[in-house]
């Protein structure tokens, strides 16, 4: 079960926009949470970092005791990452620029198919649209090439 507070880390983290999601019921309320991909491999990565990190700090700080070795060691750990995390999930760099959306209605033929839509690229930003439109793979082929004929960078 996620905590009650998902929203309020999802938020705080930036966690927002992104091409998986996940629902479950508690309370008999539907809780979504999207996740972006790039950024949850990035931050695993990030994991991976910290351990031979913080290990060498460790050891080169023994000789002050177990526990204050430690310490030492998670709040330099913390000077570290708080900005390797902070631009993981604030980036733009990182942004998914396609949403992929299953079981839609193409907004051009009326299919009922896998959907998708750009989101946002160098010079055109939709992510606040209030109503957003998907097209199956033929009909956003089409449209990516009349925003390429316009100049907008799709790729």
């Excluded at 996620?2 to 705080?12: I, R």
């Excluded at 999601?21 to 970092?49: C, D, F, P, S």
Aim: one cysteine or more; aromatic letters at 10%; charged letters at 25%.
């Amino acid at each position: 079960m996620f905590p009650k507070d998902v929203h309020t880390v999802a938020k705080f983290l930036s966690i927002a926009p992104l091409a998986h999601e996940y629902e479950e019921v508690q309370h008999h309320t539907k809780v979504k949470m999207h996740i972006n991909l790039k950024r949850y491999g990035l931050y695993l990565l990030r994991w991976q970092a910290s351990t031979p990190i913080l290990a060498a700090v460790g050891i080169l700080l023994a000789t002050m005791g177990q526990i204050m070795a430690a310490i030492v060691a998670n709040l330099i750990g913390g000077l570290i990452f708080f900005w390797v995390d902070r631009f993981i999930f604030t980036s733009q760099a990182l942004a998914a620029q396609w949403e992929v959306k299953e079981q839609i209605t193409c907004a051009d033929c009326g299919r009922v198919t896998r959907g998708y839509r750009l989101v946002k690229s160098e010079n055109y930003d939709r992510s606040h649209e209030e109503r957003p439109q998907f097209r199956c793979e033929n009909c956003s082929t089409r449209k990516a090439d009349e925003l390429r004929r316009k100049g907008i960078r799709v790729d």
